[in-house]
């Protein structure tokens, strides 16, 4: 599971330079050549990251974002463009552009430019495991564009298992986690969220260190 990125990028050789560029450090990259296709691909799916030329058949990037905007999208926007004036640089901005990239680019440069934009926008609400995506704000878990089905003690454990991957998380924690203080909580029930887990991850997923509590192997 990895990060969406919508490219729209009207040059044939270039996109394909950065489409298979980005998939291969482990991006989802859908690829736009026009503002009408990158409207076609946004609506039958939501991006994390938007990579637009300025320059395109049917219209401008900023024209097209300002849009965007205008409709409640907040989607991260990176431009890419041949256009490097103070007043060009202005207009992206102003238009709702997080960063700005000037042809030619270098492709390690918009690698870094792609992981800071991400990691300062999701931080560490998401969270990779293996073909799944955990979003820690809206307690829910992903595999492709598809929604598994977690009951909220589910989710937080999963959370709690996540953001200490590797560590022995003690049962008192997982207590303290999951309920409220004056709940009567059975290590019964502890079990029933760790198996529904690994069904979902696998049985090797989560090492029951007995007597103790649990640890999170992916």
């Known amino acids: 599971m990895s990060f969406k990125i919508l490219l729209l990028e009207d040059d044939k050789l270039f996109g ?5 560029f980005l998939s291969e450090e482990g991006y ?15 609506y039958h799916k939501p991006y994390d990251l ?12 900023f024209t097209l974002l300002e849009e965007l905007r205008r409709g409640k999208d907040e989607t991260p926007t990176i431009f890419i463009t041949s256009k490097s004036q103070k007043e060009d640089l202005k207009e992206g901005f102003t238009k709702g552009a997080d960063d700005y990239l000037t042809k030619p680019v270098d492709l390690e440069e918009l690698l870094l430019r792609v992981q800071a934009l991400l990691r300062r926008v999701y931080g560490e609400d998401r969270i990779e ?13 992903t595999k492709g564009d598809q929604e598994v089905d977690l009951n909220p003690k589910e989710a937080k454990l999963l959370e709690l298992f996540l953001k200490n991957r ?7 924690q997982i207590y303290s986690y999951l309920w409220k ?6 290590d019964g029930a502890i079990r029933v969220y760790v198996n529904a887990l690994k069904k979902l991850f696998g049985k090797d997923a989560i090492t029951n260190i007995r007597g103790v509590g649990y640890r999170f192997e992916k």
Do not use: C, Q, R
């Open 129 to 141: 495991v293996g073909e799944y995506l955990y979003s820690v704000k809206e307690m829910k878990l």
């Open 166 to 172: 590797g560590k022995i998380i003690e049962k008192e």
């Open 16 to 20: 394909e330079t950065i489409e298979e």
């Open 181 to 186: 203080p004056d709940e009567y909580v059975s």
């Open 28 to 42: 989802e990259v859908d690829w736009a050549m026009s503002a009408k296709e990158a409207i076609d691909f946004g």
């Open 50 to 61: 938007y990579l637009f030329d300025v320059k395109l058949p049917d219209t401008d990037g």
